[in-house]
């Protein structure tokens, strides 16, 4: 994929500025390609005026009303980034376990593409609109549902999403630690399963966990949220950005620190992005703020409002929007744009995830694990996770013995010709069907009787073969 946040079709340069079109693009390309625009020529919609500091600038849509043409001519006129607000969750495209409708959301996607727009994929994860058959579901059965979940959506969508909001709200509003849920009740380690099972499903898409009132740099929950995503990023587990999604109103009022929130995650080397923006009241004071603050943070890649027009909110009693119930342009509105349009480029380019092949739903039962012994320096104990026609996903659990180790290798063989196609936390050697994993360089140190896990997808049948532990 583009390794920019933004496609080179929605890129245009700054009015008024001479621009090294190329060093925009792809590293290393030395065309340099002048382009000089009147300095007049602010852009005329929120979409082009983002795009000039190589931003998106989005909305949700829903698939009730795209019927209505006063609601797509502006959705269309102004936005570039589409997100549906209800259409890609679980009750929707999950409605029976096992059988996936993709109706509505299918209607945004088309909807969306045929007019030139991206899509931000929303949501795989959470505990809200999960359909009557998840709700009822706990433990394992509901571990598994979820990575099914991923799976068959991802699949249906694979290649075709921008950025999916793989986990949604996994955290409590004052203690700043995760929320209760039947998900959570699974076991911690639930969102990491998510977003690996998200990267394995489509490895084109961005990764990312999507929160409220995560905006104040000083409350509890940004701060534990800040922390997961660390504690991802030095394990290991994939994950690309972190949406905010901007929800300001009186108990939740925007304030001038959000720009620091904005730093903090973008240097955890991730990106940012305010996606479900809305403001009680909509101040063109505030509304430029908030757009200033993006535009201040080069890994903050775009700002989605959530909703069209007034009478298109969620809460539209609060009058929250950039275009009012009759579709004028309101004074944020204008604010907004103006920021946009007084923005330099944005040069910074993001990460790309790591390209390997992608299962296809559905997955089968998951076999028994199999164990190293577990005297000596170290056992290692490799688990089958998520299985699919023609690959798998699994996981080892390395554990020190009864000294602490600095180091350590696990070995197999692989019976029946599998290949790997993505691993993680440690460092792969394959000789025909030997297979040799070593410690990442973050993880080779563990605590007599502590563990570390690594992971891989991997193409053939699923596979139990036994492991060996050694430590140097
Ligand atoms: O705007 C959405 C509204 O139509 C739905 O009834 C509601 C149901 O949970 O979800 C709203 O969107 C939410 C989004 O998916 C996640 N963040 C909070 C949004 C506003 O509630």
């Not at 994929?1 to 001479?18: C, E, F, K, Q």
């Not at 600038?57 to 609601?71: E, M, N, Q, V």
């Not at 909703?307 to 342009?329: A, C, E, I, Y």
């Not at 790591?354 to 000596?376: E, Y």
Request: hydrophobic fraction near 35%.
């Amino acid at each position: 994929m583009d390794t920019d946040a933004t496609p080179s079709r929605l890129r245009r340069p700054r009015r008024g500025r001479v621009l090294l079109a190329g060093a925009l693009g792809v590293l290393g390309a030395i065309t340099a390609v002048a382009v000089s625009v009147p300095a007049d020529a602010a852009a005329s919609t929120l979409g082009a005026a983002a795009a000039q500091s190589g931003r998106y600038f989005g909305t949700a849509i829903s698939a009730s009303k795209l019927g209505d043409s006063a609601y797509t001519t502006i959705a269309n006129r102004e936005f570039t980034m589409v997100t549906a607000e209800n259409e890609m969750k679980i009750d929707a495209t999950e409605p029976n376990q096992g059988q996936f409708n993709f109706t509505s959301a299918d209607q945004i996607y088309n909807w969306a593409v045929q007019n030139g727009k991206q899509v931000r994929g929303h949501t795989l994860a959470w505990h809200s609109q999960q359909p009557g058959w998840m709700q009822s579901l706990s433990g394992s059965a509901l571990r598994q549902a979820m990575i099914n979940h991923i799976n068959g959506v991802m699949a249906h969508y694979k290649g075709k999403i921008y950025a999916w909001d793989v986990v949604n709200e996994a955290f409590d509003d004052g203690s700043g630690g995760r929320r209760d849920s039947n998900l959570q009740r699974t076991g911690d380690d639930w969102i990491e399963v998510a977003f690996r099972t998200a990267r394995a499903a489509d490895p084109a898409a961005k990764l990312c966990y999507n929160d409220y009132n995560i905006d104040n740099w000083t409350w509890a929950k940004t701060q534990g949220v800040y922390n997961m995503v660390k504690d991802f990023k030095q394990r290991g587990v994939p994950i690309d950005c972190v949406g905010l999604q901007g929800h300001f109103n009186s108990g939740s009022a925007y304030n001038s620190n959000f720009r620091t929130t904005l730093q903090s995650f973008a240097a955890l080397g991730v990106d940012v992005a305010i996606t479900e923006l809305d403001v009680e009241g909509a101040s063109a004071t505030t509304y430029a703020n908030i757009v200033n603050d993006c535009l201040a943070v080069s890994r903050c890649v775009g700002i989605t409002t959530w909703g069209v027009r007034d009478s298109d909110s969620w809460r539209s009693s609060q009058t929250p929007l950039l275009f009012d119930g009759d579709g004028n342009k309101k004074p944020a509105y204008t604010a907004v744009l103006d920021a946009l349009n007084a923005a330099g480029p944005n040069t910074s380019p993001s990460p790309t995830p790591p390209v390997s092949p992608s299962p296809t739903p559905p997955v089968s039962p998951s076999p028994s694990p199999s164990s190293s012994p577990v005297t000596g320096a170290c056992s290692a104990t490799l688990t089958t996770i998520n299985s699919w026609p023609g690959g798998f996903q699994s996981e080892v659990t390395v554990r020190a013995g009864s000294s602490a180790i600095n180091g350590w290798t696990v070995k197999w063989t692989w019976p029946g010709g599998q290949t790997f196609s993505s691993l993680w936390n440690g460092t792969q050697s394959v000789s025909g069907s030997s297979v040799t994993v070593r410690n990442a360089p973050y993880n080779g140190s563990i605590a007599a009787g502590s563990s570390t896990t690594f992971g891989f997808t991997a193409n053939g049948t699923a596979a139990t073969p036994s492991v060996t532990c050694t430590s140097p």
